[in-house]
Nanobody
Framework: EVQLVESGGVLVQPGGSLRLSCAAS????????MSWVRQAPGKGLEWVSM????????NYADSVKGRFTISRDNAKNTLYLQMNSLKPEDTAVYYC????????????????????WGQGTQVTVSS
């Protein structure tokens, strides 16, 4: 059974930093691209970032580029999202999601074609 379990979400002040983790199990983690997606209160899902299976290729939404860094440790079956310079508009439930392939082309329908999701972790940026 595929499981994705996010953790690390907390209340943080604007300008602060946070690292989210996603522990994966039930599949060969190193063989699949992964993504972070978020949903702000009252809004739809927003794709945030993705990383290919080997970790050598990453992409980011313009809203987080230069502030967020996605990474993975395939030996630990764990996906990370380092978030710096946090803003109130980053407040959202953050989900990790698995792609059905080892890499994904940005700007195609595949960018949003996930086959498994986690339960999410709440990040609140507020003073």
């Amino acid at each position: 059974e595929v499981q994705l379990v996010e953790s690390g979400g907390v209340l943080v002040q604007p300008g602060g930093s946070l690292r989210l983790s996603c522990a994966a199990s039930g599949f060969t983690f190193s063989s699949y691209a992964m993504s972070w997606v978020r949903q702000a209160p009252g809004k739809g899902l927003e794709w945030v970032s993705m990383i290919n299976s080997g970790g050598g290729s990453t992409n980011y939404a313009d809203s987080v580029k230069g502030r967020f860094t996605i990474s993975r440790d395939n030996a630990k079956n764990t996906l990370y999202l380092q978030m710096n310079s946090l803003k109130p508009e980053d407040t959202a439930v953050y989900y990790c999601a698995k792609y059905p392939t080892e890499s994904v082309v940005l700007g195609t329908d595949a960018q949003y074609d996930y086959d498994y999701w986690g339960q999410g972790t709440q990040v609140t940026v507020s003073s």
